[in-house]
C-alpha cells in the first residue's frame, strides 16, 4: 500500500490527453489508455510545477 510520502517519491512524467488536459503519471507504471507523454519528467514536485507553467487554458479542448 502506499503512503502520500511514498507515493510521491519516485519519477513522474507529464501526460496529455486528447482534450489538452494535464496530470502526472508514475514513470514506471503503463500510460493509461487515452493519455500519452507532454515531454517532461521530473519529481512530483518538479511535473507539478511545469503543468502550472504550460497549462494556461484550463478548458477542455473541445470548448475552447
Do not use: K
Request: hydrophobic share 35%; aromatic share 10%; glycine share 6%.
Amino acid at each position: 500500500m502506499n503512503t502520500d510520502s511514498t507515493a510521491s517519491q519516485g519519477t513522474f512524467a507529464v501526460v496529455l490527453n486528447d482534450e489538452e488536459q494535464y496530470s502526472i503519471w508514475p514513470e514506471t507504471r503503463a500510460m493509461p489508455t487515452g493519455w500519452r507523454h507532454e515531454g517532461f519528467t521530473g519529481s512530483r514536485e518538479a511535473c507539478l510545477a511545469h503543468i502550472d507553467v504550460v497549462w494556461t487554458d484550463m478548458r477542455p479542448l473541445s470548448i475552447r
